[in-house]
């Protein structure tokens, strides 16, 4: 209970010793690169298994299903058209890009591609559940490592960075509010919704919650850092 308590007092994404200082670092320390990667690797293994598992897309992609509903284009195409609306939110809301933003769309689809057909199939529907919540802590753990690294968020991530710090909620709340909207609104224009779906959008929040406030410890910052967990 201490644990969930302090995962919804999160409102900031910790800064420690390997943390770029500026998010158009295109020169950033190998330790930060590293680290970027090695957290983008994991979000794109999470993504996997919740493919994989075969109970239910992800939010943004029952979000993309609707739209190609109601349009001529592919979900691929659709999914690349909210990110572009996502990235032009970014604007007012001071988001700064940076090779992380990049290489989130990058990685991200190299990762499942190579990934998915090694990934079990599970048939049964206890192991298909257990295979989605395992996918949805891989992808908080994996969020925070890259936006600990502050080279760019993707598109979604940053959106939720900024809306917290233009409302000062917790990132748990920001990031459950964007995916569920995102369910709804993509469920309502025709999208496919399953156990799954419902599990990333209610779980997502808390677990990269979980992945920063995890990473933020190992890395051991500072104690004028430690202050940024609990702003």
């Known amino acids: ?57 992800s939010p943004w992609t029952v979000l993309a299903q609707g739209v190609s509903q109601h349009t001529n284009f592919s979900i691929g195409f659709s999914t690349f058209l909210i990110s572009v609306v996502v990235l032009l939110v970014w604007i007012p809301l001071k988001q700064k890009p940076g090779m992380g933003t990049i290489l989130n769309a990058l990685i991200l689809a190299a990762v499942i591609d190579i990934s998915l057909p090694h990934l079990p199939n599970p048939s049964s529907y206890l192991y298909q559940i257990l295979q989605v919540t395992i996918g949805v802590v891989i992808v908080g753990l994996g969020s925070g490592f890259y936006l600990i690294a502050n080279l760019g968020a993707g598109p979604r991530d940053g959106l939720m960075i900024g809306l917290q710090k233009k409302t000062n909620l917790p990132i748990v709340s920001i990031r459950t509010i964007l995916e569920t909207s995102a369910v709804a609104v993509g469920w309502l224009m025709g999208g496919v919704v399953g156990l799954g779906t419902a599990i990333f959008a209610f779980g ?28």
């Open 204 to 231: 997502i929040g808390p677990a990269v919650a979980l992945g920063l406030y995890l990473v933020g410890k190992i890395a051991k910052p500072s104690e004028k850092e430690k202050f940024i967990f609990f702003q």
């Open 1 to 57: 209970m201490k644990l969930f308590s302090l995962l919804f007092s999160i409102k900031k994404v910790p800064q420690v010793f390997w943390s770029s200082k500026d998010p158009f670092n295109l020169r950033p320390s190998l330790t930060t690169f590293v680290f970027l990667v090695f957290g983008l690797f994991l979000f794109g293994l999470g993504e996997s298994l919740l493919i994989a598992s075969g109970a239910g897309t």
